[in-house]
């Protein structure tokens, strides 16, 4: 079974500056992906970024990027130059390679302030 | 816009009535997952289908139900509905029979139970 930990129940952030939210998992899988998603007000839920565990490279998407530290199950992300567009909660989660269910972290809501 | 096309977006309905939400995946793929999202039990996966066969199962009611038919729409149809059911039910669609694909979630039909 995967476990999906998010420890910031909220994090604020001004206009322009950098915010980083925690993401912290455990699974018995040696092959898996890993997922930011964000929900706006809207509640859709959108993929912002996408990470292979075999790939040690850090995946980026534009203003967001992540760090992940496999050996310590560690998966965050960073949002640079935050924008007013990026207040949302943000949903870290986890699935095995061969598997079929995401497992979701319990989100980080962000706040940007203008 | 992920494509994927849910409907209805809002449904009222009262305690033990029946309803049918709808799914139409993106164009091309294969798979179809349902999710619920309710405030105490976050992002929960039910079920989820591949080319018309049930292929994953999460944790989804006996009282549920889901389908996907020949044109690889979906339903999930949810019956002798309680109160607790009340929550947002997301349909989301990948390539291949494993989440390991990139996910994409369509906007959610919105249940209320009254």
């Known amino acids: 079974a995967q476990t999906v930990t998010q420890s910031q129940p909220e994090m604020s952030v001004q206009e322009a500056e950098t915010v980083t939210l925690s993401c912290t998992y455990d699974?018995?899988?040696?092959?898996?992906?890993l997922f930011w998603y964000k929900q706006p007000p809207s509640r859709q839920m959108i993929l912002v970024i996408r990470?292979?565990?075999?790939?040690?490279q850090n995946a980026t998407e534009n203003r967001f990027s992540v760090n992940f530290q496999k050996a310590a199950k560690s998966f965050s992300l960073k949002i640079s130059d935050s924008q007013l567009g990026d207040a949302a909660m943000y949903f870290c989660?986890?699935?095995?390679?061969?598997?079929?269910?995401?497992?979701f972290g319990g989100g980080t809501r962000v706040l940007v302030k203008p | 816009d992920s494509g994927v096309t849910q409907t209805p977006k809002h449904l009222i309905t009262a305690t033990g009535q029946r309803v049918t939400l709808r799914c139409s995946p993106r164009?091309?793929?294969?798979?179809v997952y349902w999710y619920q999202q309710s405030l105490d039990q976050g992002l929960q996966f039910l079920i989820q289908?591949?080319?018309?066969?049930?292929?994953a199962k999460g944790n989804i009611l006996e009282r549920f139900s889901a389908q996907q038919f020949p044109d690889l729409h979906s339903e999930l149809n949810l019956s002798s509905l309680e109160l607790g059911d009340s929550a947002l039910y997301f349909c989301?669609?990948?390539?291949?029979?494993?989440?390991?694909?990139?996910?994409?979630f369509g906007e959610g039909s919105w249940l209320t139970v009254v």
């Open positions: 989301a669609s990948s390539l291949g029979r494993t989440s390991g694909n990139t996910i994409y």
């Open positions: 699974t018995s899988e040696s092959d898996y992906y």
């Open positions: 990470q292979e565990a075999y790939k040690q």
């Open positions: 989660a986890s699935v095995p390679a061969a598997g079929n269910k995401l497992t």
């Open positions: 164009s091309g793929d294969l798979s």
């Open positions: 289908y591949y080319n018309g066969e049930e292929r």
